[in-house]
């Protein structure tokens, strides 16, 4: 693909040397990154409605806040697009391992939830523009510093989200067990506990969950390089041709106005303008 804005993630971090440094909080109580006036509000909730499912359990991507809110950078960035191309997201929370079953089956016009764009997964759905770029890391407990890629881990398991990139990375590697979880957030915990060798996470979860948080920052860290570099995109129904002409044309205008730049440094405040 070409002319794809690549936002700020960690990855930029390892890239520009900066892994260790200290990170800003994440936003857990936030609500939007987005400042509609009231006429501009009330205009987007008159909008047709177009049927969205997430797994709000990706922050700061899709999540519920302490407040019981689905938000996240994903959340905001499609209500924007919305409001550019005409519709008004609905959103859904679904669970990853039945997400993409239900798409194709009709239940839900669109899934937005850092999907990453593969070759396999055009065959049976469409896809937006990429709108972000992100990376596969190793995360591990501070005290192993001999640990730097998965291979280390041999005869050991490791966590990550089913049907994720990432839990196909660790059941590919020899020798490693793969555990995997509905909710990432428990295989943080369980390598924090030691039942885990290591987890694999895409680059805004590790950033925000693991490195941001005052209860893992010690305790855990990210072992050598970024594995994949993966584009996100947001996944539409195979006969949803017009939807998807409509959702890369507000994503262009979001691109074109700064708004997609506001919403990276609202979301990440720790990495936002790194180059």
Known sequence: MTDVVRPVT???????????AVFAPAPILAQSA????????????????????TDATWPPMEYI???GELVGFDIDLLREIGRRAGFRPEFTTVAWDGIFAGLIAGHYR???????????????????EPYFTAAQFLVVKSGRSAVQRITDLAGEEVGAQIGTTGSR????TPGVGLRAYDDLGLAVEDLAQGRLGGIVADAAIVEYFVLSNERYGDLLRVA?????????????RM????LQTMVNR?????RADGTLEKLHEFWFPGLAGQE
């Open 10 to 20: 960690l990855l930029t971090a390892v890239l520009t040397g900066i892994i260790g």
């Open 34 to 53: 987005l400042e509609w006036d009231t006429a501009t509000t009330a205009a987007f909730d008159d909008l047709p409605t177009v049927s969205v499912a």
């Open 65 to 67: 806040n302490r407040d």
């Open 110 to 128: 669109m899934i937005a939830s850092s999907v990453t764009l593969l070759e396999e997964r055009t065959r049976v759905m469409r896809f937006s």
């Open 169 to 172: 990375m660790v059941r590919n």
């Open 224 to 236: 050598g390089p970024a594995y994949t570099v993966e584009e996100y995109a947001f996944a539409i």
């Open 239 to 242: 006969d949803e041709g017009e």
């Open 250 to 254: 507000g994503l262009a205008a979001v």
